[in-house]
């Protein structure tokens, strides 16, 4: 079982609806949680971090975190075409010195 | 800004060359990091150096070493390099460990035949 588990995709949603990108991770003593979107060709880039249970909002973007079931979500409301781009979810054990333990991500396709 | 530099971005080795992969950061960042990206694996981190003077190995050294050079930059050496190690490699930064908000290079393509 990997780490990090995220559906490769590729996710296809129409422009202004809800992306919904999931990923489960198997270590419980998981501290830190991270989405990173990453375009084709390009270097990834942090767009959100939530570090306790719930819901976490930033702009149109939603991250929540279910520690109990090991599950953490970003949505995308409002989807935009330029939204289109690999999503890596990403983990840290924080006595790990803080190296990230990274899903093999998720490709979204918005379609106008 | 510059951010964090990687250089070559594009380079073609043969089966046991060995080659040096350059990083440098101008954000007064105290950790940076080593990451290879294949298809269908995600980011899986190489070394990593939690301050300047201090390295550690990380999911993936074999065939790889690094040397901190100084508080900008960090290196990643392909002593003997081999066909597995073709893959996309990404240099980061972050401003202190734990501290998991990497700044990323524009990374490097490496095709080892």
């Known amino acids: 079982q990997k780490e990090v588990e995220q559906n490769s995709g590729p996710l296809s949603v129409p422009e202004g609806a809800i992306a919904s990108l999931n990923c489960t991770y198997s270590d419980r003593v998981s501290q830190s949680f991270f989405w990173y979107r990453q375009y084709s060709g390009k270097s990834p880039e942090l767009i959100m971090s939530?570090?306790?249970?719930g819901d976490k909002e930033d702009g149109r973007f939603t991250a929540q975190l279910n520690k109990a079931s090991q599950y953490v979500s970003l949505l995308i409301r409002d989807s935009q075409p330029s939204d289109s781009a690999t999503y890596l979810c990403?983990?840290?054990?924080?006595?790990?010195?803080?190296?990230?333990?990274f899903g093999q991500g998720t490709e979204l396709s918005v379609k106008p | 800004n510059a951010g964090v530099t990687q250089t070559p971005k594009f380079q073609v080795l043969k089966t046991g060359q060995s080659m040096t992969l350059q990083c440098a950061q101008d954000?007064?960042?105290?950790?940076m990091y080593w990451y290879r990206q294949d298809p269908g694996m995600g980011l899986r981190l190489i070394y990593y150096s939690a301050s300047e003077g201090t390295t550690d190995k990380g999911e993936v050294p074999n065939g790889y070493n690094v040397s901190r050079l100084n508080k900008r930059e960090f290196s990643l050496r392909l002593e003997s390099a081999a066909p597995s190690q073709t893959s996309v490699y990404f240099c980061a930064s972050s401003e202190r460990v734990p501290d998991e908000k990497l700044f990323f290079g524009s990374g490097t393509q490496l095709s080892v035949l």
């Open positions: 990403a983990v840290s054990r924080d006595n790990q010195g803080g190296k990230l333990i």
């Open positions: 939530i570090y306790s249970n």
């Open positions: 954000m007064n960042h105290n950790s």
